[in-house]
């Protein structure tokens, strides 16, 4: 995430995911995955935003799956 290299985040917050979607940092992959889609302005962030309050509805980082929802909705 700091290098700047969004792609790379995401490809490594999804494997993660994929290798333990229960996970103790299964939240925080999510949300990488997610941020790292906005930033690229990937068309997917929309769905990401949507599965991130679907699976964590009270999670910590709600306000920012909320806010990258609104901004993939504009």
């Not at 490809?11 to 790292?36: F, H, K, M, N, T």
């Not at 699976?55 to 993939?72: D, I, K, N, V």
Request: charged residues 35%; without cysteine; proline residues 4%.
């Amino acid at each position: 995430r700091r290098s700047g290299d969004h792609a790379r985040a995401e490809q490594l917050a999804e494997q993660y995911s994929r290798a333990a979607p229960r996970g103790a940092l299964a939240e925080e992959a999510l949300l990488v995955a997610l941020e790292a889609a906005v930033a690229r302005r990937d068309p997917r962030a929309e769905r990401l935003a949507r599965s991130y309050l679907e699976e964590h509805p009270q999670g910590r980082f709600r306000a920012r799956a909320q806010r990258a929802l609104a901004e993939s909705q504009r």
